[in-house]
């Protein structure tokens, strides 16, 4: 892998994606929203995260090769992000990988689905969490898609175990293991290192 300048520098970065964390947070703490902590024991937690992240991220990458279902250039966008990714250190990767796991699923999972979840039925939370997941995310239709889907699948995990930890593995690892298979098998995705 190739390190180029990044564009966002290191330290940025990292406070972005921390800052998602405090913002989710604080809307838990402010709304008073419970969080479902209690579905399962740590080795649980790592040993269904895991699986549940390969079984994703494969799921998913084999999906993104169906060209009539995904129209628009996804290749640009992977090259787009291998950019991105190529100008950090993997230390400073698996930070990132960590902070959006944790902190976007306390602000998906925990604060928005689990709002939603006292003020409407389930499944309208879980639908509309994804949704909001996959906006955020959003840099084309195909990825607004892909990381809707992501927001479902961790969503309904959230719901199904009840272990708000074990989405936090689930999204960490699944965010390590894209970058890893973007970096080290930038062709699986149409990118030019």
């Known amino acids: 892998m190739a390190q180029g300048r990044a564009t966002i520098s290191t330290t940025a970065a990292l406070l972005f994606q921390g800052g998602i964390g405090l913002v989710g947070w604080l809307a838990i703490w402010l709304f008073d929203i419970p969080l479902m902590l209690n579905g399962l024991n740590l080795p649980e937690i790592l040993l269904y995260g895991i699986l549940g992240a390969g079984t994703t991220y494969l799921v998913l990458l084999l999906l993104t090769q169906l060209s009539w279902l995904f129209p628009d250039d996804f290749g640009s966008q992977m090259q787009a992000l291998y950019r991105f ?109």
């Open 85 to 193: 990714a190529a100008s950090y250190r993997w230390p400073v990767l698996l930070t990132l990988c960590l902070l959006a796991g944790v902190g976007e699923e306390l602000l998906f999972r925990g604060a928005v689905q689990g709002w939603l979840m006292q003020h409407t039925g389930p499944w309208t939370a879980l639908l509309a969490a994804s949704v909001l997941f996959g906006l955020v995310h959003y840099v084309s239709f195909t990825y607004f898609l892909v990381a809707t889907c992501l927001g479902l699948i961790l969503g309904g995990a959230y719901q199904f175990w009840g272990s708000l930890p074990l989405v936090m593995v689930w999204h960490a690892v699944y965010d390590m293991l894209a970058l890893y298979c973007l970096l080290n098998y930038p062709q699986w995705f149409g990118v030019k290192p």
